[in-house]
């Protein structure tokens, strides 16, 4: 297929095509997200130069319901093209959002109609993938909460959006990226926040139970978490629920969550009012930061944790380990490369980056084909090698995987979308390719997936 040919296939660009009667229809019942330039405070003075979806707050938390239709209209109201993909969902790929690749860049005043059923409950999320270091750098990454069908019976939730900004002492934004950075373990930011603010605290029902989703939205931290005051238990990972019992982390073994990757708490409430639960980062060189506090009040509701139903699995189908295929990637810096042609949708003018030695070389490059491609309904094993020495949060788009073994550490078996290799870490992950499509096959360290360590997977 030539990669410019879905424009008409998909039908996205509805500014393009015109929306017909129906379409207009369900517009109307559509969700709209309008990308737009924004503001917000984060010290003292208003930052200027954000990207939202309103003018003067975090892009909100989406709704959807497992097994039922969303639909989201986004609309570019900024001067830049874009693209929106919805992080971790095994949806149509025609919806994945990702420029030349499954729809064409957005361009200002275009809308594109999405619609999708999610197959998966649990904590995703949703960011542009076209001028994506720019959009995502100064605020568009949003959290998206798929609930059950059953109700798992909490007393009540929250989500944390953690994500660090580059600011200056006057509140303006600092270059997103360094060379140097970018040829390393990316460029951090210095203004930590939880929902854009620093350090929020939010009230819970003294004695409840609470779900506590926690998003990675970052560019590059790769944050080491832990839970201070509270009894609580990890119940989900990258969306899906956690069968096993999993250790809880602390300060000095704290869980390690990559930009892109979720955890999802049950947390019982202190019984006293006042009291709160504090999720920590440790931070090198500076210790334990609190991110956020929930806070006990009211009379409380006596709660255990013990009382948590286990959460039903998500009809993500089991790899047959004895027939998988396996297929070798590996992740490290580019022999050469020019810059990469990213047509619409923002270069950072290097490529320092590669999977299987050959960099990316754009979103908008023609005849790139697939690093793989995989046979529907088939299992495959995926051999990650990482050599180099920075850490990569490896994500795949559309599909599901298991971790199953690796050379460094014994992987709990979690189903994922973001696998974490570490430094020399070659890991295996495995899946049945069930989900027809192109998908990205990136790092998830923006800096990275901008200059080469992206590629894409076929299922045919
Ligand atoms: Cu969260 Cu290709 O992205
Ligand atoms: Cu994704
Ligand atoms: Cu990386």
């Not at 960011?127 to 750098?137: E, K, L, S």
């Amino acid at each position: 297929m030539k990669r410019r040919d879905f424009l008409l296939g998909c039908g996205a660009s509805a500014g393009a095509l015109g929306l017909a009667g129906l379409t207009q229809a369900r517009a109307r019942a559509a969700q709209e997200l309008v990308i737009q330039p924004a503001s917000f405070t984060f010290r003292d003075r208003p930052t200027e130069g954000m990207v939202s979806l309103s003018p003067d707050a975090p892009p909100p938390v989406l709704y959807g319901r497992q097994g039922e239709a969303m639909r989201l209209s986004v609309r570019n109201a900024m001067p830049d093209y874009t693209a929106m993909h919805w992080h971790g969902m095994r949806i149509d790929n025609a919806m994945d959002g990702v420029p030349y690749l499954t729809q064409m860049p957005i361009a200002e005043g275009e809308t594109f109609e999405c619609e999708f059923t999610p197959p998966d409950a649990g904590t995703y999320w949703y960011h542009p993938h076209c001028m994506t270091m720019a959009q995502m750098a100064h605020g568009l990454t949003g959290v998206m909460v798929v609930a059950e069908a059953e109700d798992p019976g909490f007393d009540s939730e929250q989500v944390i959006n953690l994500r660090d900004f580059r600011l200056d002492e006057e509140g303006v934004f600092l270059p997103a990226f360094t060379a140097r950075g970018a040829a390393r373990g990316g460029t951090f930011g210095n203004v930590l926040t939880a929902n854009w603010l620093d350090a929020p605290s939010y009230d819970h029902a003294a004695g409840g139970l609470v779900r506590l989703r926690v998003v990675n939205s970052d560019t590059t931290r790769i944050y080491k978490l832990h839970l201070g005051g509270a009894e609580a238990r990890i119940i989900a990972w990258d969306g899906h629920p956690v069968a096993a019992e999993l250790p809880m982390p602390g300060k000095d073994e704290p869980l390690l969550v990559g930009p892109g990757q979720r955890v999802d708490f049950a947390v019982a409430m202190p019984g006293a009012e006042g009291q709160s639960v504090a999720l920590l980062a440790e931070l090198p060189g500076r210790g334990s930061r609190v991110m956020a506090r929930l806070r006990a009040t009211g009379q409380s509701l006596g709660r255990d944790l013990r009382e948590v139903k286990p959460l039903t699995a998500n009809p993500v189908a089991r790899p047959d380990l004895t027939n998988a295929e396996v297929h070798d990637f590996v992740f490290g810096w580019t022999p050469e490369g020019g810059p990469p042609n990213d047509g619409f949708c923002g270069s950072m003018g290097y490529s320092f980056w590669s999977i299987n030695r050959t960099p990316w070389a754009g979103d908008a490059a023609e005849n790139v084909g697939p690093l793989a491609t995989l046979e529907r309904g088939k299992s495959y094993v995926l051999r990650l090698r990482n050599e180099s020495p920075n850490l990569h949060p490896i994500h795949l788009h559309g599909l599901a995987f298991v971790p199953i073994r690796s050379n460094l550490r014994k992987l709990p078996p979690l189903m994922t979308d973001t696998m974490l290799l570490l430094k020399d870490e070659v890991a295996e992950i495995a899946l049945v390719a069930d989900n027809p499509g192109d998908w990205a096959f990136h790092c998830h360290v923006i800096e990275h997936q901008k200059t080469g360590l992206t590629g894409y997977i076929r299922v045919t």
